[in-house]
């Protein structure tokens, strides 16, 4: 079986499409059949050395952190799942392994695959469905009318966590580039800010809970745009990110809480039964053949490569 691997960190140069033996499932491990595979940034932060405490020891590492596909086999321990099951699922950060033909899940990150989804589409709902989940969520529950700023609302957690938001009544203010608008509208963003057009950090606007999925928002920035209770959610955990948001929670009504997510069984089966009931539309913008993947990740890492909702690769 094919299998996308790297010996040393680096950039996309490092990547090898390895020919290796097809694993056998332990006991409470499924053996998948890939059929996509969702595109990440943690894919690269890992191949790139950034993530190096999470990321496992020892080489060769693999690649790939959710998918869908066809169950294969399973351990003699699994009784949710067998062979020809649909599934989607997640693999954690020390054992990624998406791009490939096969792929080795346990079964507690795994739920089977609602039938209204393709592959495609499957396999780019976990880790940006649990983000947008795990953000929406921190909506302050004192609040009645709730107004949500989302900065990046068309990409691939910004769409999922606009319909969350609205799922539980919030007015949804969306920043989105000229090209993404007729999405927005189709996923039901209330107020749409073309960011060509307005500064959103110069609005007098106030709102309870802001959503950065751009990276193009910071929190001294956005602060000025909270209400008094409002809550920032920091999708890019790190050590000064925790503590910035310690000293700054100690002495604030307004809170940044940094999101470190980690996607659980609940998450996926309550994203599963909102899509079942047509409540989430799940876009997938761009697919690209996993044997194309040296030439499309630099390009999706750079941000040349533009698009609505996740991409993903297909095998």
Partial sequence: MKKVQYQQYGGAEVIQMNE???????????????????????DWKIRNGDLKITDGKGFPKAMGCELAGIVEAVGDQVQD????????????????????????????????????????????????????????ALLPTSIDRKRVLINGASGGVGHIAVQLAKGKGAHV????????????????????????????TKSERKFDLILDTSKKLPFNKALSLLSDEGIYVDLQPSINAFMGSFFHNAFSTRKRKVLGVA??????????????????????????P???????????????ERFTGKAVFTL
Avoid: C
Wanted: net charge negative; hydrophobic share 45%.
């Fill in 263 to 288: 996607v659980k069984k609940e998450d996926l089966e309550a994203l599963a039964e909102a899509v079942e009931k047509d409540h989430l539309i799940v876009e997938v913008g761009k697919t690209y």
């Fill in 173 to 200: 203010t969306g920043v989105v580039g000229t090209h993404s608008i007729p999405f927005a509208e189709k996923i039901g963003v209330d107020e749409i800010i073309d960011y060509h057009k307005t500064d959103i």
């Fill in 81 to 136: 799942f067998k062979a020809d099951d649909e599934v989607l699922g997640w693999l954690p950060f020390d054992q990624l392994g998406a791009y490939a033909d096969f792929a080795l899940v346990t079964q507690e990150r795994l739920i089977k695959k609602p039938t209204t989804l393709h592959f495609k589409q499957a396999a780019a709902l976990p880790m940006v469905g649990a983000t947008a989940r795990q953000a929406i």
């Fill in 20 to 42: 290796v033996d097809k694993p056998v499932p332990a006991a409470t491990e499924v053996l998948i059949k890939v059929k996509a595979a969702g595109i990440n940034e943690l």
């Fill in 290 to 304: 996993l044997t194309d993947i040296k030439a499309v990740l630099p390009q999706i890492e750079s941000g040349k």
